[in-house]
């Protein structure tokens, strides 16, 4: 990881697979990078609200991710989970420059660990 003096230089857009995610773990959380098919990118808590399943495993469909263990469908852009059963993951802000992801430290190494 490269510091900047905002974000965290988390590595390389073509690195994070289509469908597919990369994982960036802090001292407050470990964060799942998702890549859409369209080619848009979000940061999401790595910890589903249900009981606690890692969505980076989750399949990603649109701009959603089905979770592994019960199927809970999370909305990648608002962290907000479908259906009756609600919740919320922690979403994160990131940015795309000249093919890197950056990850906005206030948001993520500066959270203290509960
Ligand atoms: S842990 Fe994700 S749906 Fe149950």
Wanted: overall charge negative; hydrophobic content about 40%; aromatic content about 4%.
């Amino acid at each position: 990881m490269t510091l900047t003096q905002d974000f965290i230089d988390i590595g390389a857009i073509e690195d994070v697979p289509v469908r597919g995610s990369r994982l960036v773990k802090t001292h407050a959380a470990t964060i799942a990078i998702f890549k859409t098919v369209d080619g848009d990118v979000f940061a999401i808590e790595d910890k589903c609200p249900h009981l606690s399943g890692p969505l980076s495993q989750g399949i990603v469909h649109g701009s959603s991710v089905t979770c592994p263990l019960h199927n809970l469908v999370i909305d990648l852009a608002s962290g907000e989970a479908q259906g009756p059963d609600g919740g919320c993951v922690k979403t994160y802000p990131i940015e795309i420059a000249d093919g890197r992801v950056l990850l906005k430290l206030a948001d993520t190494l500066s959270e203290k660990v509960a």
